[in-house]
Every structure is written in structure tokens, then in C-alpha cells.
């Protein structure tokens, strides 16, 4: 439900990857409504080698976005570490004095630090923090004076729609790209394997933990010291994160927590927006930015037919997506 002091939207917002400065504006020019980034730190879950934004690239990338008439959130979106609390204030400060448009905030610390000290910017509850429930969301929009969540992905269209029916705030869905593990926010996989928190430090799967080595005539990849998968001559190996390996049980292996494959609902965008939705998120903000292009250019397509109630086939995405292959996921629960 849209937030009742701001008007309605004629269209769902496009909510875009900007991993980098050049993806930033291949999002601009494909299409996107908004762009959203994160700082080249642990106070963002991306937190991967040669991606995000110092200080002055955010500057110049608000600019520019600002200019095409995009707005830019910026992702402070990892819980702040026991007794460290500056760099997570810093990046909230820096995002707010730079115009950001919103802050995406998990830490419920945080988003009061930021409703205190930055009452004038708007405030985003992230899907780390894992909210899908009235209570919950009520609770942040209540005490902290957030205007939108990102729902985690566990949630089925008519659920979204009993769930708008009983919040005050917008409300923000994935619609495309990487899958995570059903628990959203509350990722222990890998931590348990590299002894790196998502969470905390920013990166699943941290890539000086990733090794790919070839065993007679299959490649096997490896995350810190484990196997995580084998592949024949030919197959494409993807890259190793623990969810997403196949492991041996009774016998016969398998995709036990979730196979590699990609979100893609752009033919259920009318179901979308008719259940109160306001925003579209696309993931991939450790994509480059021909992937950035591709995807929001087809979204964008989809954005304006279901405005008209009308559906686009965005077939050609499954080049880019995970494994070459694609799921509604939760949405319609194909598997109940």
C-alpha cells in the first residue's frame, strides 16, 4: 500500500542493481525508476572485491541519476559489529548529507540512529531485517517512521495482498535474479563454512575463500577448504556458495537447500500490483552492467504493459539467469 502522504503511482517503481558506477548508469539509461548501491565496506551486504562506491563516485552517481529524474537508495543493510557501531553511523551520514533519496536499513539500531539524526530522509526497512508479518512492519513504521520494506521472498501473491491490507506503508518485492535461502537475514551457511558473515562483513561466499580445481576430467569448486560442487567437461560451473551446492544424501546427489536458478515474474507483474505492491526490485549488484542493461530494459517493457493490464514475454533474460534456468519461487508455490 502506497504511504498515504505520498500520491499514488500510476506505474510499480522499477528498483535497480548499481553495483558500480558504470552499472549505476546502465540502469539510468535502461529505464530504472531507482537505483540502489552500497558503500565499498562491511556496512553493505555486497561487499565483494571491485564493487560499490567510495564517497565522491556516490556523489557523482546521485548527480547523474538525479538529473536523468532517478532516485538513488543507498544500502546500509549489514547489523553493525558489538562495540564498532562508526562505520555503519558514518555510512548513514554520508548516504543522508550526499541526498540520497532513502536509506535500505536491517539493523533496528541503526534505522533509530538514522531516524534521530536524519529524520528528513526517507527510511527503507531491508529484507535482511526479514519482516513479513503487520506486527512486525507496523512496529518499524510506528517506532522508526519507515515507509517501505522489502518483503522476504516466502511470501505467496495472496499473502502480499492480506499483508498490504493490513500496513500503512509501501511495500517493495523482488522480480527478478539470485535466489537466497528461505530465511531471509538470517544466513548462517556461510559463516559456518569461511567463518565470514553475510550479515556482519557483507559477503556470502567471500571470493578469497572460492578455489575451482580440476580433478581428472571434472572441475570442482570449492569454498573455504569444502567442496560445494563437481562439473562434467562442458557444464557451467557456478559460482560456489554453500545453499546453492549439491551434496550426497542416501546416496544420490542432489540440490538439498536450493538449486542455482534465477527469480523471474514479469508475467505476474498485473497480480503484482493489483495485490498493493509499489516497487519492483531486481537483484544483481555483483552483475556487470550489460546484465544491468539487458534485464532493466526488458522490466522496463513489462512495467509499462502492466500498467495496462497487459503481460511481455522477457524469454530472452534466460541468457543472464542463474544456470539458464528460471523459478517463480514462492510466489505461486508450486510445490504445496
Not at 543493510?77 to 543522508?96: L, M
Not at 529484507?127 to 520494506?149: H, K, T
Not at 572460492?210 to 572441475?219: A, D, I, W
Request: net charge negative; with cysteine.
Amino acid at each position: 500500500m502506497s504511504d498515504p502522504d505520498d500520491p499514488q503511482p500510476t506505474r510499480l517503481e522499477l528498483v535497480c542493481p548499481a553495483g558500480t558506477p558504470a552499472a549505476l548508469k546502465a540502469a539510468v539509461l535502461a529505464g530504472a525508476d531507482t537505483v540502489y548501491l552500497g558503500f565499498r565496506d562491511e556496512t553493505n551486504a555486497r561487499n565483494f572485491p571491485g564493487l560499490n562506491f567510495n564517497r565522491d563516485e556516490l556523489s557523482a552517481g546521485i548527480e547523474f541519476a538525479h538529473d536523468h529524474g532517478v532516485k538513488v537508495l543507498v544500502a546500509v543493510n549489514t547489523f553493525p559489529e558489538a562495540g564498532n557501531f562508526e562505520p555503519w553511523k558514518r555510512a548513514v551520514d554520508d548516504a543522508a548529507a550526499r541526498d540520497a533519496d532513502a536509506l535500505i536499513l536491517a539493523d533496528i539500531g541503526l534505522a533509530a540512529y538514522a531516524a534521530d539524526k536524519h529524520p528528513d530522509t526517507r527510511r527503507h526497512l531491508s529484507v535482511q531485517a526479514a519482516a513479513s508479518n503487520p506486527e512486525a512492519i507496523n512496529f518499524y513504521q510506528r517506532e522508526l517512521g519507515v515507509r517501505r520494506v522489502v518483503l522476504p521472498r516466502v511470501l505467496t501473491i495472496p499473502e502480499i495482498a492480506a499483508l498490504n491490507a493490513e500496513i500503512s506503508v509501501e511495500t517493495e518485492v523482488f522480480v527478478f535474479g539470485g535466489l537466497c535461502v528461505m530465511a531471509e537475514g538470517r544466513c548462517s551457511l556461510s559463516s559456518y563454512v569461511t567463518g565470514v558473515s553475510p550479515n556482519k562483513d557483507g559477503a556470502c561466499s567471500p571470493a578469497s575463500h572460492v578455489r575451482y580445481e580440476e580433478c581428472g576430467t571434472r572441475l570442482e569448486s570449492r569454498l573455504g577448504g569444502s567442496i560445494i560442487n563437481t562439473f562434467e567437461t562442458g557444464e557451467a560451473a557456478a559460482y560456489p556458495t554453500l545453499c546453492k551446492g549439491r551434496f550426497v544424501e542416501n546416496g544420490k546427489p542432489s540440490y538439498l537447500f536450493e538449486e542455482p536458478t534465477s527469480l523471474s515474474v514479469a508475467h505476474l507483474l498485473p497480480e503484482l500490483s493489483a495485490a498493493g505492491v509499489s516497487a519492483l526490485k531486481i537483484e544483481g549488484r555483483q552483475r556487470g552492467r550489460a546484465y544491468v542493461a539487458k534485464v532493466v530494459a526488458a522490466f522496463r517493457r513489462a512495467v509499462e504493459a502492466a500498467a495496462d493490464g497487459e503481460r511481455v514475454d522477457v524469454a530472452e533474460l534466460i541468457s543472464v539467469s542463474e544456470g539458464q534456468k528460471d523459478t517463480t519461487g514462492a510466489y505461486e508455490r508450486g510445490w504445496q
